[in-house]
């Protein structure tokens, strides 16, 4: 049997139109799951400094949150909302996401004032990453697993700690590492969940077990333990960033 829920995504409202559209847009758990990948970042370097940690939660929420997703919607429209981004309104979606890159780079460009010139290359790989993922630019190679997990996972964390401590060293490299993890590992999740919501029709089959009972197989079958996995991590990685940010903040 077809599953009932054709939401395009777990999260996404099930109601269409209004601010519904952009909480869908902004992928609410994924957003704050990586964005706790800064927290942890900057956590990781010896001294917090509070404005730093929010000026680069702010630069990530406007290039990841919701440039990168703008861009995204553009190209084929995965979440089905109502906000234009088809032609020839695809322009004002485009203004928004170039916007919201210009609003990262500039909060970088003015850390660069405090923290030098070790943020440069942050500056400028941060917004390519974004458009390279998101456009499909140079093939798609950067639109792979391994790729999201750089720009998504690793590249926030590094780029948090080189805002707090000026420079890089083992914890920031090992973190990123665990955080490069965790994203492949979310991505390898997440891709057969969203083609089980938005491209599978139908599925229909059983399972029969060694005892002979028979079970029903379907979409919301196999789909249900890819996002219960999804939404356990997601919380975990933001609740690990908050108990880090808790630990050395007060």
């Known amino acids: 049997m077809p599953d009932p829920d054709r939401r395009p995504a777990y999260y996404a409202s099930a109601r269409g139109g209004g601010w519904h559209d952009w909480w869908t847009l902004l992928h609410p758990p994924y957003t704050a799951?990586?964005?706790?990948y800064v927290v942890i970042g900057a956590a990781l370097a010896p001294h917090v400094d509070i404005s730093r940690l929010v000026a680069?939660?702010?630069?990530?929420?406007?290039?990841?949150?919701?440039?990168?997703?703008a861009l995204d919607e553009i190209h084929g429209r995965p979440l089905r909302t109502g906000i234009p981004t088809a032609?020839?309104?695809?322009?004002?979606?485009?203004?928004?996401?170039?916007?919201?890159?210009?609003?990262a780079v500039g909060l970088g460009a003015a850390g660069v004032a405090r923290v030098g010139w070790v943020l440069v290359p942050f500056i400028v790989a941060g917004p390519a990453l974004v458009v390279a993922?998101?456009?499909e630019l140079f093939g798609g190679v950067v639109h792979t697993d391994a790729?999201?997990?750089?720009?998504?996972?690793?590249?926030?964390?590094?780029?948090?700690y080189a805002a707090q401590a000026g420079g890089l060293g083992l914890a920031p490299v090992l973190g990123a590492v665990g955080a490069f993890a965790l994203s492949y590992a979310q991505r390898s999740?997440?891709?057969?969940?969203r083609m089980l919501r938005r491209q599978v029709a139908d599925v229909h089959g059983a399972m029969t077990l060694s005892d002979g009972t028979v079970l029903a197989v379907d979409d919301a079958v196999l789909r249900a333990p890819?996002?219960?996995?999804?939404?356990?991590?997601?919380?975990?990685?933001?609740?690990?960033?908050?108990?880090v940010a808790v630990a050395r903040l007060r």
């Open 226 to 243: 890819l996002e219960r996995a999804l939404r356990a991590m997601s919380w975990s990685v933001m609740a690990l960033a908050a108990a």
């Open 133 to 135: 993922y998101n456009a």
């Open 33 to 36: 799951w990586h964005l706790s």
């Open 87 to 103: 032609s020839p309104t695809t322009v004002a979606a485009t203004r928004v996401a170039a916007t919201r890159v210009a609003v």
């Open 189 to 193: 999740l997440s891709t057969p969940a």
């Open 56 to 69: 680069t939660l702010l630069a990530f929420l406007a290039a990841v949150g919701v440039s990168a997703h």
């Open 147 to 160: 790729g999201f997990a750089l720009a998504w996972g690793a590249f926030p964390l590094l780029t948090a």
